[in-house]
Nanobody, 128 residues
Framework: QVQLVESGGASVQTGGSLRLSCTASGNSDSRYCMGWFRQVQGKEREGVATLNTYHGGTYYADSVKGRFTVSQDSAKNTIYLQMNSLKPEDTAMYYC?????????????????????WGQGTQVKGEE
């Protein structure tokens, strides 16, 4: 069983930066891959970035490439999402998730059933 707790969400002006954190506890074998997803009310949850916790490989959705960076601090069981050059369309609830198998080479547009552990979400709002 894996528990995930996100933090760091806030309202930020367009062009600003924000760092989200996700601290994990529980079975590390269930966290082979960790990722960030986001969801706007009334729309489906979409993939943002994923990280292979064993070899450190990172993957990004096209909409955030060059602006967002996912990283990990293994000693703290924490992954981060550094968000730069925020846009109003980045406004969403951001969720951290974990899966016990490989991330794959692309960020999924929609999470599949292997994403079994989810945090409660943290709200990000990009303000003009």
């Amino acid at each position: 069983q894996v528990q995930l707790v996100e933090s760091g969400g806030a309202s930020v002006q367009t062009g600003g930066s924000l760092r989200l954190s996700c601290t994990a506890s529980g079975n590390s074998d269930s966290r082979y891959c960790m990722g960030w997803f986001r969801q706007v009310q009334g729309k489906e949850r979409e993939g943002v970035a994923t990280l292979n916790t064993y070899h450190g490989g990172t993957y990004y959705a096209d909409s955030v490439k060059g602006r967002f960076t996912v990283s990990q601090d293994s000693a703290k069981n924490t992954i981060y999402l550094q968000m730069n050059s925020l846009k109003p369309e980045d406004t969403a609830m951001y969720y951290c998730a974990a899966r016990p198998v490989s991330c794959g080479s692309i960020v999924p547009a929609r999470p599949d059933s292997f994403w079994r552990a989810w945090g409660q979400g943290t709200q990000v709002k990009g303000e003009e």
